[in-house]
């Protein structure tokens, strides 16, 4: 069973940057759909950013041209970059994988049946 482990969350001034981190303990190949997924108080999940199987990336309409989502399958790690930080970015980032997921399912980027146990994002003005 692949674990996943996310890293690299922090507090930042709006215009600032972070990159997220994902170790996967297994070899996740590149035959999983990855990606990650946030979660704000009281808001619901909200897909951020998915690469499928075939190398395609996917990013949701709120992070596009500011963040970049890679993958080193050698070290089976996910990235995140995160440029140009908002408040609204402020969430729990979860990273997620899944090796059944079709790729309409894959691109939504919440219905990962493996996902790690989060690393906080707080930006403020």
């Known amino acids: 069973q692949v674990q996943l482990v996310e890293s690299g969350g922090g507090s930042v001034q709006a215009g600032g940057s972070l990159r997220l981190s994902c170790a996967a303990s297994?070899?996740?190949?590149?035959?999983?759909?990855m990606g990650w997924f946030r979660q704000a108080r009281a808001k619901e999940r909200e897909g951020v950013a998915v690469?499928?199987?075939?190398?395609?990336?996917t990013y949701a309409d709120t992070v596009k041209g500011r963040f970049t989502i890679s993958k080193d399958i050698a070290k089976s790690t996910l990235y995140l970059q995160m440029d140009s930080l908002q408040p609204e970015d402020t969430a729990m980032y979860f990273c997620?994988?899944?090796?059944?997921?079709?790729?309409?399912?894959?691109?939504?980027?919440?219905?990962?049946?493996?996902w790690g146990q989060g690393t906080q994002v707080t930006v403020s003005l």
């Open positions: 690469i499928l199987s075939d190398g395609t990336t």
């Open positions: 997620g994988a899944d090796l059944y997921l079709p790729p309409v399912l894959c691109r939504q980027g919440t219905h990962f049946g493996l």
């Open positions: 297994g070899d996740t190949g590149s035959s999983y759909c």
